[in-house]
């Protein structure tokens, strides 16, 4: 079967950094993306990997080790804006290569 | 910018009642989804497709139909409700593109309570 595991909730402090991990299993991997959601709002796009190593977009970085079946989100210079929900997707082979969604990870940001 | 519509941001029915949930976008994507969000699971795939008239069952289609008889438009249907059927519903379109991250773009959504 398929499986995402991810923490529920992390909590940091206003302008440090923070790794939100992400596990899988699956067979016939073909990439994770990362989409966050404030309370309310609708999930919306962040970052991707299709192949290992660090892709940075701004202050968020994503990485991917294949060979770990883990990934991770990293958001530097936190902001109070970045308080929101944050979710991996996993698309393989075994997904019909549609998304496979993690529970959700809380992010906290405390001032 | 995409933009993904759907029909109501909060809707309450009665349990046995025919719902209908309608999606729109407006970017001309080949694929559209309907998921259903509960907290702690994550998002749920309910079903999918790609073309006009196609679709395709997702991981928890029991209880649902859907219609795409316009390539804009994507409607979800509860034949009969249920009060477990009871939750936030999310619409999707991406543009289809293989090999690609097709990242996926959402509606506000719909949040259902079946009574």
């Known amino acids: 079967g398929q499986s995402l595991e991810q923490p529920s909730e992390v909590t940091a402090v206003e302008g440090a950094i923070v790794q939100i991990n992400c596990t899988y299993q699956?067979?016939?991997?073909?990439?994770l993306s990362w989409y966050q959601q404030h309370d309310g709002g609708a999930p919306t796009f962040l970052s991707y990997?299709?192949l290992d190593g660090l892709e940075e977009t701004g202050r968020f970085s994503s990485f991917l080790s294949r060979s770990d079946s883990y990934g991770y989100l990293l958001l530097q210079e936190l902001q109070m804006k970045d308080s929101a929900s944050y979710f991996c997707?996993?698309?393989?082979?075994?997904?019909?290569?549609?998304?496979?969604w993690g529970a959700g990870t809380k992010l906290i940001i405390k001032p | 910018d995409v933009k993904v519509t759907q029909s109501s941001r909060y809707l309450v029915k009665r349990t046995g009642e025919k719902v209908f949930l309608e999606c729109v976008q407006d970017?001309?994507?080949?694929?559209m989804f309907w998921y259903r969000q509960d907290p702690g699971l994550g998002l749920r795939l309910i079903y999918f497709?790609?073309?006009?008239?196609?679709?395709e069952k997702g991981d928890i289609p029991e209880g649902y139909s859907v219609s795409r008889e316009k390539k804009e438009r994507f409607s979800l249907i509860l034949e009969s409700a249920s009060t477990n059927q009871t939750s936030m519903y999310l619409c999707?379109?991406?543009?289809?593109?293989?090999?690609?991250?097709?990242?996926?773009?959402f509606g506000p959504g719909t949040r259902l309570t079946v009574l």
């Open positions: 970017m001309d994507h080949e694929n």
């Open positions: 699956t067979s016939g991997f073909y990439g």
């Open positions: 999707a379109s991406s543009k289809g593109l293989a090999g690609s991250t097709d990242t996926q773009y």
């Open positions: 990997n299709g």
């Open positions: 997707a996993v698309r393989s082979r075994d997904s019909n290569y549609q998304l496979i």
């Open positions: 497709s790609y073309d006009v008239k196609m679709k």
